[in-house]
């Protein structure tokens, strides 16, 4: 494969996997939100499609960025020594951590509360409602640190040197 045909496939992957990383999280976001009004079969149902989506869009989009991500920094010598592929590489083990962690675990321990809660359970109610909270702020983390990677992947910012200070030395006649 020529080398410009293996940089815009790497980097067409890498921006389909965020389109289907950051859909899948504000999917799940509005369904979460949707879902907590609803009665307690309605919520187990919704909390059912959240870990579908997890499933099938939000973690497969997620390797998809990881390892496009990390073959176009490996391939494009230009960004071995930029900032700002520097930080994304950085900020790889949060993306990481932060949809695994923070989102997808949430969403099932979620849909594994309120299958109980709609199974007549109602111990389960309790820590139900800890879970939802901490799924919420995880989906909000994540799509901070997604946002962030998309304005560094755009922005793309550069070092900037400083201008040369004028040297005041006496002029030798």
Request: aromatic share 8%; net charge positive.
């Amino acid at each position: 494969m020529k080398p410009e045909t293996r940089r815009r496939t790497l980097k067409f992957l890498h921006e389909i996997g965020t389109v289907g990383v950051m859909g899948g999280v504000l999917a799940q976001l509005v369904l979460s939100w949707t879902g907590a009004a609803m009665d307690a079969a309605g919520h187990a149902t919704v909390r059912q499609v959240i870990v579908q989506l997890c499933t099938w869009l939000l973690f497969p989009s997620l390797l998809l960025v990881l390892v496009s991500g990390v073959l176009a920094m490996a391939n494009n010598k230009a960004f071995h020594s930029a900032d700002w592929v520097i930080v994304k590489a950085l900020m790889t083990p949060l993306v990481f951590e932060a949809t695994l962690v923070a989102v997808w675990g949430p969403a099932r321990r979620a849909a594994t509360l309120t299958a109980k809660v709609a199974g007549g359970d109602a111990s389960a109610a309790d820590g139900l409602a800890d879970v939802l909270w901490h799924e919420q702020g995880g989906l909000w983390i994540a799509l901070f640190l997604f946002t962030t990677n998309v304005v560094l992947s755009i922005w793309r910012p550069k070092r900037r040197s400083r201008p040369a200070e004028p040297t005041s030395e006496p002029a030798s006649a």
